[in-house]
Structure formats: C-alpha cells, structure tokens
C-alpha cells in the first residue's frame, strides 16, 4: 500500500560527504517536504555531516559542514529543532507578525532570523535585543530584500543585536552571477555594516571558487538543497506497489468516470496518488513554446484519451487509465505487455520536492 | 524619508576659472584633470568650469560652493554634439556620500540638465574615489603566486566604504562603468600606485619613508648620491632637453611619445596657477643628463607625471635620485600621498606590464583601485554610435 523512495546509503552518504568536502562552510537546506526525505530525517543527516565535518577538524565558520541548518518557515523549526543541534537559519523573511512572533523561547538563540526590510530590524530588535540575524538583499529575483539605500539607512541600528552576516538569494542561473554578486557585495560594503560574511545559494562551484578568491576576507555561506540532498539521483529510488490488477476487454466499463477500456489489456491499481502529489506536475520553469505546446497536447489528451503517468513497468512509462485517485492510480496496460502480479513493485517518477512518500529506506 | 523632503536642491552653473581655482584650493586635494589651468592644456577640446551651489537658507543668505568641475567637450565627428568629460572628476566631497543622508543624484541631476542644455549626448565622470588597496607585500606575493593573475585574486588591505557607497549610488543612478579588464582603459587608469606619506595621521619622515622602500630602491638612491648626481629644478628652456630625453626613453620602451609643444603647454597653462603646480626635475651626473621628470601637485596630493631616463650612465641611477628628489619635494610641502600613476591589475610574472608595478612596490607604496570612469548616455543612439567608433578606433 506503499511509495517508497529508496535510498542506497553509502552511495547517498558518499555523495553528501563530496559535497560538503567541495563546499566549505557549507550550510544544507531542509525545507518544505524536505526534498522528499523529510525535514526530520535531513536534520539527523545535517547533525551526522556536522559531526563528520567536526571530526576532520572543519570547525571554523567557513570551514563547518553543517554548524547552520537553513530551515523555510518558522513553523519547519520545530521539526528539526530536537534531531539537529546547530544554529537554525530561517530563509523567509521575518515579519512583526505570525509565526515568526511564536519562536520556542528555548531555541531563541539558536535561530537567526533573515531580516529584508529596514524597519523588521527595528520591530525584531525591539523585542529581542540580542536577536540573531542575516540581512537579506535583494537580487534581480526582485523576491525579499533590502536595496543599498535600505541598508546604507541601517546606520547603527546593524551594530545591535547579533549581526551574521549578508544574504543573497540569486535567481537560478542565466549566465554568470558574478557580477551581480559582485555589485550587491559593494552595497552591503557601502553601508559599512560590521559583518564580512556572506551567505549565499545557486552559484556554480567555478563561480563559488571566483568569490573565495576576490573575497577571500570574507566568510562564504553556500546554502545548498537541491544539489546536496537530490545531486546523486542514481542513489534514489522510487517505487510503488501493484495493488490489483484487472483484465479488461475493448469496451469494458472502469473507474469513477466510468470510461470505457480503447482495446484489450489490463487495468492496474497502483499506490500513489494525488496526496503523495502524483499526477499533480509542479510547473516546470520551461517557459519555452515547444514545451507549453507539449503542455497544452497533454491537457488535449486528458480530455479526450488517457494521459502517461510516472509510473513506468519494464522501463516503459505508462499510460494512466483514468485521473489519479487520491491514494493510488488506475494504469491501463495493453494486451501483450507482460502483467505484473499484485504486490510487485513498479518504478515511479516523481519530482521529489513536490512527492510525500508513505516510507523513506535508507540503506 | 523626510530627510529626502527636506534635502536641497543644489543649483549648478558656469562659473568663472578663478572661482573654480578658489574652491580647488578650498579642499584638501583635487585632480589635477581638474584645476582650470587643465582645460588649455587639452586646446583641442571646448572647456568649461562649473560648479555646484548649496541655496542660502534662512540664516545665511549667501549661497555656498560645494563642488566644481572642469568640463572637457569632446566633439562627435561630423556632428555638433558633445562627449562631456570630466576627467578624475568633479570635484566634490566624496566622502560625504558614505552618508545615508547624502544623495549622488542630487549632484548628478543638475550636472546632467546642464550638459544636455550645452549640447551633450553623454557624460563621462572619474570620481577620484578608491574602493580598494593592497600593500606592497601583498602584491609581491601575489606576483610570486602562479594562482594570482590579477590584483581581483586577492583580499585587499581595506576595501573602503566611501568607494562602495559611490560604486553603489552610481550603480543605482544607471551610471555605466567603463572599466576594462587588463591593460589600460581609454581614459584615466583604475588602478594606480599611491606611497603614503602620513603614518597615524601625521606627516612621515624622509628616513620612515626610506625604510618602506625595499633594499635596491634604497640602495640605488645611495649610489646615486655617492655617484655625484644632482637634482635641480628646471626652466621652460631645459623643456627641450628633457623631451629629447624622453623621446629618447619612448623609443627604448616602446610608447608614442607626446609633442615638445604639449609638454610648453602644460607649463604655460600650469606654473602660473601655483608655485609647485608643475615642477620639472633635472638629474645630472657630471655634465650629462641622466633622468628628468615633470611632477604636479594639487593640494595634499603630489603627482609624478611624466619619467625620461638616458640608455647610458644606468649604473649612477639618475631615476632613483629624481624619484627620490620629487617624494622629498612632496613631503616639504605637505603632501599626504605621491602618486606614481597608473599601473594595470596584472600580476601576471609573464605579463609585459607587470615590470612597471614591481618598479613602482620597490617604493613600499600600495596600489589602490579608483571608483573607475562611467558614463551617462543622454542620447542614447549618439552615445552608442561614439561608443562603437571609441571601440574601432
């Protein structure tokens, strides 16, 4: 009755290590559905990196593997809070208002908050005088953050409280980002803030290594998610378990809509549906025209035939008999194919940060 | 916000040489691009001196000068439009803008209404600004290093917050930076070679300065003093004996010498607006000349501008005497810094230009990185054209 994501541990863990070892001071993001893992089970690999990265004597700021973990919201920390020890970063910005106000006061200074606007300072130091903290600027994403001017008005309020440093949140790349790194690196200087580090995400490691160079009195934080939980997907495996199967003939009356089967073969109920988010694509960020053709075929086919699905048996990905239910899906197999038997497990695949997955096994 | 509401508006206008003269003098340094005995020196372009006005407030009623600029108009061929270029310029206090309070802009908008009215289709500026410096042990080892190519691969000394907030509000005012990567830039150099001349905020001494230099530097300057060179201060007439030399050294280094007549130029139009404004230094062994050098100062600020040195007699080391001659000269007078010019970022050991830097750390001195030159295109489709005919040329 499962998906499972399973996990080859050492390959995994491997992959984990050689990123951390490529990527000083690195600091792993485990946010929304925890790239499928679980934000639970990322904080206990953060801690375990931390651990190893201690042990190899990578202690210092911009030498640590882990010593931050970067969680999305306020309501994620409690998740982590207990399987990691660190300090927690929050990437959404704080606000004088709803979750951020409801921080555990036990963790208070283990958090450090991402500030974007000049007043959230004055509102969070106000309430927390020593509060930790990242100032955010903002990037061409145009998302949260604070311009030159912003910070330049800073003045000494960013001499209180505990100031760690300067955030950036690049868009993924186009091109190089260096030189806008470069440019936002010269505001924050411009309003001569009493910090020198610089937490950072989607730079390339050639980029990564450009800025260790130029800015080698700086401390660079390398926020990193994707690449670090997801980069080794030979090591993730995705699977589902066959339910039911049902032959069917041409014409056969099936499922809720009450479709009729296009010629023989088989119906099969496999797990995984629209709670595990099967069936429902995250937007793909291909803005080109072939693929929003490609999009607008697809809903074609759904109007009027049968859509592929994720699920793929013997390599062959295959066609979903009717819209995905909620916890499993109906496949329609054509006759010739082989049939697997109930309780086999067919491969799935899936975009991890938008999947829950009922188990997660690691090897 | 209300410290926006409440910031004046500053009224900028021609105004005559001698009160552009009067408030360079005012501050403490200046460009020497930018004193209005500049303007003649470059005869082929149209020159004018502006500057910026503070309203009278309640108070006072006299308005109050709080920035000037020489503006060089270069012409587009063909067309009776301009290239405003205000080289190491304006003249303002730059270190104000390091405050949340001071606005760019608030200068830049009545500079740029100005030069439009007089026929501009863009603007160039060098705010004489560093942003960055790295010492001389720095750049030694930088050159050592087989990672380091360019002065960018290392962490400066300091990076400066007047620099990045000027950077910034350029950034911000869509200013475009002309910098270039490598070699010299069309117009003035970003990077350039500064010795301190103050420790702690006082004057150095000659011999704190000695001690900066490496061992040769120090060295030469003793054999050249041993050797019997001597360094005097020239006339217009010894002009000519320094520009064969110097067309002489042009010729060993491989550079396109200037014209004896830009050279009576300068010091027609220099050495009447100070007494050290533009200084020739002459360096003798027995009757021969040895090395020559003409050097300007503005203010606290002391510049060593042009170098001639004979192929024969190396060995009594006239350049190290004259060098040494123009820092002593600076330090009687005041100066904070002497500048030895431009140098290119390049730290490169195989790189041809790298030899003029390591001439210029046996000084001791750092070498600093200006804001740069940027532009304001005000017709877009002119600017663009001159753009693409500065790039072919």
Redesign the interface.
Known sequence: MTLTLTVDGDRWRDHLISVAEATPGLVPVAKGNGYGFGLGRLARRAQWLAERGAALGHTAPGEAWGDVLAVGTYDELAEVADRFDGSLLVLTPWRPFGAALEVDPKLADRVIHTVSRPEDLAALLERQSDARYVLEVVTSMLRHGM???GL??L?DLAHRGRLEGVALHLPLAQGSHLGQVR?LI???????LPTTTLWVSHLTSIELAALR??????TIRPRIGTQLWLGERAALTVTAQVLDVHPVERGDLFGYRGRTAPKNGHVLVVSGGTAHGIGLEAPSGDLSLKSRAATLARGGMDAVGFVRSPFAIDGKQRLFAEPPHMQASMLFLPAGSRVPAVGDEVEVRVRYTATTFDRVVVS | MSSRDQAVRLVLRSVSPEEHLAFVRAQESASFLQVPAWGPVKSEWRRESVGWFRPGTGDEAAEVMVGAALVLYRQLPKVKRFLAYLPEGPVLDWASFSSPDVHLGDYTAPLLAHLKKKGAFGVRIGPPVVTRRWSSSQIKDGIADENVRRLDDIAPLERSVTGAAVVSQLNELGWIPQSVEGGFAAGQPQYNFHVPLTVDGRAKTEDEVLKSMNQLWRRNIKKAAKEGVVVSRGTRDDLAAFHALYVHTAERDHFTPRPLSYFQKMWDSLTPEEDDRFVLHLAHHEDDLVAATISVRVGAHSWYSYGASSTEKREVRGSNAVQWQMIRSALAAGAKVYDMRGITDTLDADDAHVGLIQFKVGTGGEAVEYVGEWDMPINKLLYTAFDIYMKRR
Do not use: E, N, P, Q
């Open positions: 311009d030159a001017r330049r008005s003045g440019r010269t505001d924050a200087i411009s309003a001569g160079a130029s800015y080698s009195d700086f």
